[in-house]
């Protein structure tokens, strides 16, 4: 049997279970992500994110979501990442270059009496093209209507390095809906066939310009308390709609992020994200010999 370290964080409530694979990882990652991720029987959380070596930037983001299949990226994590790499290689850099699965992205972290307590992110250029994102259509996909469990929803798509339907609503309606009625309309949009690598759903409730209230169903991990490329895509398609300013707080169940499309000047077209990230606590878990193998030296 060998023993694996890893660190339990989250970032406004949305958790993951984080490993350093540097000598070592799981020979089946997405395997491990399920085991681990079961709330009852496991360590409990959103899926899993390994910190791997990477030849061009300060660290990779690997991600698996809970139900054991990949993920190019997730905002919420990447600042843990960026705070479990800052103090792993003894805070000798800031900000950090992270690469992940649609490309390496900037984390400045904000840093209190040695500590790392949040961070702003660099989330790149937002991607609009309908076929890009991916969904079924070409061009943009703005308030463009789509029918879900027999009721037509307008919906606006986009990508931030991970697809996204966001849907907005005039009420408080959604967010009243338990758990199960809730999962039942998230995985009818999950699963919708006008999006063919599946989609993370955001429901906003626009409060006020520069103030936007979301609840999220995650592709591959269900309803979570917080997803920030979802926080990020329902800026831009409140811009898109007219509805938000450029610069908004957008409230989670798990906390707020703040969000900026910024339109010109230094980073023009690219969406920043700033919020917390958290640890929770850190332990080892046993696994027999077979389940890891040595880490690719230097990554990929």
Not at 134 to 147: K, S, T, V, Y
Request: hydrophobic content about 40%.
């Amino acid at each position: 049997m060998s023993k694996l370290a890893f660190v339990k964080m989250h970032g406004c409530g949305n958790d993951y279970i984080y490993i350093a694979a540097d000598l070592v990882r799981p020979a089946d990652p997405g395997a491990l992500a399920k085991r681990l991720s079961d709330r009852h029987f496991g360590i409990g959380g959103d899926g899993l994110i390994m910190l791997c070596p990477s030849a061009s930037a300060d660290v990779r983001m690997e991600m698996y979501n809970a139900d054991g299949s990949r993920g190019e990226m997730c905002g919420n994590a990447i600042r843990c990442v960026a705070r479990l790499q800052y103090e792993l290689s003894g805070g000798r850099r800031n900000p950090l270059v992270v690469d992940t699965d649609c490309g390496a992205r900037t984390i400045a972290l904000k840093v209190v009496d040695s500590r790392p307590v949040g961070a702003t992110v660099d989330m790149g250029e937002p991607i609009l093209e309908g076929r890009e994102i991916p969904a079924a259509h070409d061009g943009r996909i703005i308030d463009f209507p789509l029918e879900a469990g027999g009721r037509e929803y307008r919906v606006t798509a986009v990508s931030m390095g991970n697809p996204h339907c966001v849907v907005f609503v005039e009420d408080g309606g959604i967010f009243a809906l338990d758990d199960m009625e809730f999962a039942r309309l998230g995985a009818q949009f999950e699963c919708h066939p006008f999006f063919p690598r599946r989609v993370n759903t955001e429901f906003i409730l626009p409060i006020a310009r520069d103030r936007l209230k979301m609840r999220v169903w995650e592709r591959g991990s269900g309803e979570t308390l917080a997803c920030g490329t979802g926080a990020c895509a329902a800026l831009v398609a409140g811009v898109l709609t007219g509805r938000a300013a450029r610069r908004a707080s957008v409230e989670l169940r798990g906390g707020p992020l703040e969000i900026e499309w910024r339109e010109s000047g230094a980073g023009a077209n690219h969406v920043f994200m700033t919020g917390e990230a958290v640890e929770v606590f850190r332990g080892e878990i046993e696994l027999d010999d077979a389940e890891l193998i040595p880490a690719v030296p230097g990554g990929r």
